[in-house]
């Protein structure tokens, strides 16, 4: 591991959403991403006493007062924590962002909230912020800072998936992905795939087309291009992602090969982490031992 860690910090405390999926699914992302935070020297911890993010892209659409009161509870608390909330699934950031933002332009809506947030003892008064884990590593840390604890460069191929949500409101997000990849030394591989969506709230309506026309069309062409990984930040995509890879191998008899990694693990690496460090060979639909290979390899 590298010794490197900075020992400055942006003043600011962060309170880490961790959502769904992450914790189910994703404990080596978890863990790297928290790694990374701390190495950076970021006063970075769980948010507290959280809830569900209640994903807009659904419960939005079936009662909007519902979806801004549950989303609303975790402002709230937020504020009472005295943290930022920090998101890197796309979905969580949405639904948090979203809600911050109606709050703000619509006071006859905060009154609302707040009129049912009064049961639990808790008021949202705005005074909290929503950040993506993006906007904290590129904004308030910095990519020179970033580059500076890059001490064994990554000399591999990845496909980026970056998400819709994450472009939704902000065009900023794919430029910090990307050079933030950049700087750990990956190469980003272009392709026509780049902004396909990964087909989540798709799979609800129509499961088919969800993974053989949208993620299954970005998860193939990895393939063709001789990809090592494919790197992403969203733990809703990752979902769509390892469930792609179950529905084709049990519906197509089609094994599909590349590992599936998250924008933090590649940080944890390039830092000097070792994949032991992070837990990045188990919990996984594949395995990326021919990856981590190849990072031993200096190949």
């Known amino acids: 591991m590298s010794t490197k860690a900075s020992s400055s910090s942006t003043g600011t405390k962060y309170g880490y959403f961790l959502g769904c999926v992450m914790p189910a ?3 080596w992302a978890e863990k790297a991403t928290f790694l990374v935070s701390k190495h950076l020297g970021l006063d970075f911890d769980y948010m507290k006493e959280s809830v569900c993010c209640v994903r807009p892209g659904v419960w939005k659409a079936i009662n909007p007062d519902w979806w801004l009161t549950l989303t609303s509870q975790n402002l709230a608390t937020a504020e009472k924590q005295n943290i930022v909330i920090v998101d890197s699934c796309n979905g969580c950031y949405i639904s948090h962002w979203e809600c911050l933002q109606e709050l703000k332009e619509e006071p006859e809506k905060l009154e609302m909230v707040n009129r049912n947030l009064e049961k639990s003892g808790l008021k949202v008064t705005l005074s909290t912020d929503v950040k ?5 590593l590129y904004e308030d840390v910095g990519i020179e800072k970033i580059k500076a604890n890059v001490v064994k460069p990554l000399n591999i191929r990845i496909m980026r998936h970056i998400g819709c949500h994450a472009r939704k409101h902000d065009e900023r997000f794919p430029i910090y992905f990307d050079e933030i990849m950049r700087a750990t030394g ?9 902004k396909t969506c990964c087909g989540l709230l798709l799979y609800f309506a129509d499961p088919k087309t969800s993974i053989f026309e949208r993620i299954g069309v970005k998860m193939r062409t990895a393939k063709e291009l001789d990809i090592d990984a494919y790197a992403l930040i969203c733990s809703g995509c990752y979902d769509q992602f390892e469930r792609a890879v179950k529905v084709y191998k049990d519906e197509r008899g089609i094994a599909l090969e590349t590992p599936i990694v998250h924008f933090s693990e590649l940080l944890a690496l390039s830092f000097g982490y070792k994949p032991e460090d992070f837990g990045m060979m188990y919990c996984r639909p594949i395995p990326p031992t021919k990856l981590v290979q190849k990072l031993k390899e200096g190949k």
């Open 25 to 27: 699914k994703m404990p």
């Open 132 to 136: 993506h884990f993006l906007q904290v």
């Open 186 to 194: 990956a190469t980003i591989v272009d392709t026509p795939y780049d």
